[in-house]
């Protein structure tokens, strides 16, 4: 049996603690390894999933005209969240996006099963959360690839559906951008703007 220790569970914790939403204004112009996308990718296979579905699927973007479109969708949605947030004028000033400025963007799609799949009976939805825990593997592997992933959720699923030309049986669940980063932050940026406040651990558990 495998087991770890804790010199194992300080990686981890590093590796978790560390983690950050890398945008636009962090990406440097450095090329991404094959290696080290597949090494990402894989990461994402050994993600949990309900009666082992493996629902999830990859689009690997790296053509220009086709980043372009994604983030001329982008725009368009972010322009027209501005209402959403007029008492919050920051949000203007946010850079919440690395679609052109990272080398790798990956839209990662759900497939809905024409099967039944179990432990799917009741929550119909736990296809599209073992599609986020894939998400979540990448990311993390991304950061202990000293690599920056940020997820760009300002898009309509199916305009970046269409764009990409894929098919109505997939739904996209998160737009990913890969690639170095100048920088990781010692704190999450809206922590320490100010945008929201860190929740505690007390916070968080119900009574």
Known sequence: MLRFNKKDLNTLNKIISSR???????FINKKVSKKKLNIILESALKAP?????????????????????VYNQF????????????????????????????????????????????????MKKSGEYSVVCAICN??????ALNLGLGWVSIVKPKKIRK??????????????????????????ELKTIGWEKKKSLKESILK
């Open 20 to 26: 950050r939403d890398i945008r636009g204004n962090n």
């Open 49 to 69: 999933s309900v009666g082992y579905s493996q629902p999830w699927h990859f689009k690997i973007i790296e053509d220009k005209n086709l980043k372009d479109k």
């Open 75 to 122: 725009e368009i949605s972010y322009k027209k969240s501005f209402k959403k947030f007029e008492n919050r004028p920051l949000y203007k000033k946010l850079k919440l996006e690395g679609i052109k400025e990272s080398p790798i963007n990956i839209a990662v799609f759900y497939k809905k099963p024409k099967k039944e799949i179990l432990g799917q009976t009741y």
């Open 138 to 143: 990448m990311w993390l592997t991304a950061r």
């Open 163 to 188: 764009i990409l030309n894929v098919s109505k049986e997939y739904k996209l669940i998160g737009y990913l951008c890969i690639g170095y980063s100048k920088d990781f932050l010692k704190e999450p």
